[in-house]
């Protein structure tokens, strides 16, 4: 049984809902956003998102986006974030996903990127500009030697028959894309109702675990979404508590994440 598994059963036998943190890694700086990290990790995320910077992001809304220009600026890799998981894995055993994208894992090559995280204790890869369809180009690399798993992702735009087969193809949890637009903006509203129909819909394809993201940013959101999902993932709030306070980010970041748990 995988770390991932292991989590959600813990949380399915707690009643309640995962608690799934992104954090942009190398933001403000490299050694600063580790303690960061390492301090939410320390405060109960049950699975951390590691975010890989990118120069051009995808769905990423202006928060995250600052974020990552923050961190490249401070240099901020693929490799470094593969250092990152080796130095936490050496501290925790909560699962930890590597969110990137894929032009920085071809350019790594990605039968390096696979066993390179894998070695380092990554338990899986969301690599958000690469379609389902295309898992393979990473999926490949992984096996019972190099276990991974591929996080996919159903938008409200996705259509009947495309969910189904990404329902499928599915593994670790399906990150359930909460309404339209992009990371960290309020313009579009979540309507709970329509989504928990449509999760029990899922729910009825799939044993994955269902997590939703995009527009979760209060305790009050956390709790609508734990209801009705198997968990619940925050990015852009942590973000935004980074940006505002890079000095004393550690401790404000620590006490949401409890707060939210």
């Known amino acids: 049984m995988t770390r991932l598994q292991q989590t959600f059963e813990k949380t399915r036998y707690e009643k309640r809902a995962a608690l799934i943190g992104y954090i942009t890694a ?5 050694e600063r956003s580790f303690e960061i990290i390492d301090a939410a990790c320390n405060a109960g995320l049950d699975i951390l998102e590691l975010g890989i910077p990118f120069s051009d992001p995808t769905a990423d809304g202006p928060v995250i986006q600052r974020a990552s220009s923050r961190a490249i600026k401070a240099g901020m890799t693929l490799r470094q974030g593969i250092e990152f998981v080796r130095k936490l894995r050496q501290k925790h055993e909560l699962p930890i996903i590597i969110f990137s994208y894929f032009n920085p894992i071809f350019a790594m090559g990605t039968k390096n990127f696979v066993h390179e995280a894998v070695a380092a204790g ?10 389902s369809e295309h898992s393979n ?4 690399f992984a096996d019972t030697e190099n276990p991974l798993h591929f996080i996919r992702l159903v938008a409200p735009t996705t259509g009947m028959v495309r969910r189904n087969e990404i329902l499928r193809k599915a593994n670790g949890f399906v990150y359930i894309v909460s309404r339209h637009g992009v990371t960290g903006g309020n313009s579009n509203k979540i ?14 394809e799939t044993p994955v675990p269902l997590c939703i993201g995009f527009g979760i940013s209060t305790p009050e959101d956390v709790q609508a979404a734990g209801k009705i999902a198997d968990g619940v993932i925050i990015g852009s709030a942590f973000q935004r508590i980074i940006e ?4 004393n980010a550690k401790q404000l970041v620590a006490d949401f994440v409890r707060k939210l748990k």
Do not use: F
């Open 137 to 140: 180009e990473i999926m490949q």
């Open 244 to 247: 505002e306070h890079p000095d």
């Open 191 to 204: 309507d709970w109702t329509i989504l928990e129909q449509e999760i029990n819909e899922m729910r009825r």
């Open 122 to 131: 990554a338990d899986g890869v969301l690599c958000v500009d690469l379609p």
């Open 26 to 30: 190398g933001d403000p700086d490299l």
